[in-house]
C-alpha cells in the first residue's frame, strides 16, 4: 500500500512535468505560427509565446530531472517516507507559482493598457503576458490541488 502511494507522487511530478512540456510545445506552436501575421500586434503576442514556451520548456526539463534524481537516490523505503515531504514541497511551490501568475496577468493589463494604448507592438505583448500567465495560473491552480490527495 505504501508503495503505491509512493508511486503516486514520484509519478504525478513526472506527469506535471510532461504536461508542462506539451503546454509550452503548444506555446512555441502557437507563437511560431503568429508570425506569419506580421503585424506589430501579433509579433508582440508570439514574442511572448515563443519566450515563456522556452522557459517553461527549461522548467519542466529541470523538474522531471530533479525529480529522477530525488527518487534514484532513495530506496522503495526511504521513497516512500520521503512521499509526504515530498507532496508538500510541491503544493507550496505550485502554490507560489499560482500567486506570482497573479503578478504576471496584472503585468500583462499593465503594458497592454498603458504603452499598448498607444503602441500595437506592446499591446501584443501585453496580451502575451497576460496569456502566458493565465494558463500558468489555471495549469499551477489545478495541480496544486491535486496534491491535496498525497
Not at 532513495?74 to 500567486?99: D, S
Not at 493565465?134 to 498525497?150: E, G, P, V
Request: proline fraction near 3%; glycine fraction near 10%; charged fraction near 15%.
Amino acid at each position: 500500500m505504501t508503495a503505491i502511494w509512493m508511486n503516486d507522487i514520484w509519478q504525478f511530478q513526472q506527469s506535471l512535468t510532461r504536461r508542462l512540456s506539451l503546454g509550452a510545445g503548444i506555446s512555441l506552436l502557437l507563437g511560431l505560427g503568429m508570425f506569419l501575421f506580421r503585424t506589430p500586434f501579433w509579433n508582440g503576442v508570439a514574442i511572448q509565446f515563443v519566450a515563456w514556451a522556452l522557459i517553461d520548456l527549461l522548467i519542466a526539463w529541470g523538474g522531471a530531472l530533479g525529480t529522477r534524481k530525488r527518487r534514484a537516490r532513495l530506496t522503495v523505503e526511504e521513497a516512500a517516507a520521503a512521499a509526504p515531504a515530498e507532496a508538500r514541497k510541491l503544493a507550496r511551490i505550485l502554490w507560489i507559482n499560482t500567486a506570482l501568475d497573479v503578478v504576471y496577468m496584472l503585468a500583462g493589463v499593465l503594458v497592454a493598457v498603458l504603452p499598448g494604448r498607444t503602441n500595437p507592438f506592446w499591446l501584443g505583448t501585453g496580451i502575451g503576458i497576460l496569456c502566458q500567465g493565465a494558463f500558468l495560473f489555471f495549469f499551477d491552480w489545478i495541480h496544486a490541488l491535486q496534491t491535496r490527495k498525497f
